[in-house]
Nanobody, 123 residues
Framework: QVHIVESGGGLVQPGGSLRLSCVIS????????MGWYRQAPDKQRELVAS????????TYTEVAKGRFTISWDNATNTMCLQMTNLKRDDTNVYYC????????????????WGQGTQVTVSS
C-alpha cells in the first residue's frame, strides 16, 4: 500500500528557511512524477513543485521559482522541499502526492496524499 509521510513544517520568521521531507513507501522502484502541493484554509490545493523519477526533472510554479528546491533521494525514498526567503503568503499545509498508477501490483485510480505538514511564516 502506498504510504506517504511528510515532516519538517513549523513556525518560521519571514525571510527564513525550512526543509520539508516526505517519505514515500509502497510504490516500488519506479514511478513517473511526484509533487509538493500546498493548501490554505478555504482555498484550493495548489501545486508547488514536482520532480520525475527516474530522471529528476523538476518543475516549479511561480510561487516556488527562485526560492524553493525540490529533490528526490532514491536510497531513502525521500522527497524534499528546501524553502528559502519564506513569505507570510507561504503559510499553508504542505502535502506530498504520488499520481494515479500501478504500484507494487495494485492500481490506484486517484492520487495518493500524505497527511500534510503545517508551515507558518510569522514574526
Amino acid at each position: 500500500q502506498v504510504h506517504i509521510v511528510e515532516s519538517g513544517g513549523g513556525l518560521v520568521q519571514p525571510g527564513g528557511s525550512l526543509r520539508l521531507s516526505c517519505v514515500i513507501s509502497g510504490t516500488g522502484s519506479m514511478f513517473r512524477s511526484m509533487g509538493w502541493y500546498r493548501q490554505a484554509p478555504d482555498k484550493q490545493r495548489e501545486l508547488v513543485a514536482s520532480i520525475t523519477n527516474p530522471g529528476a526533472r523538476t518543475t516549479y510554479t511561480e510561487v516556488a521559482k527562485g526560492r524553493f528546491t525540490i529533490s528526490w533521494d532514491n536510497a531513502t525514498n525521500t522527497m524534499c522541499l528546501q524553502m528559502t526567503n519564506l513569505k507570510r503568503d507561504d503559510t499553508n499545509v504542505y502535502y506530498c502526492s504520488v499520481p494515479p498508477g500501478s504500484y507494487s501490483g495494485k492500481y490506484y485510480p486517484l492520487p495518493s496524499w500524505g497527511q500534510g505538514t503545517q508551515v507558518t511564516v510569522s514574526s
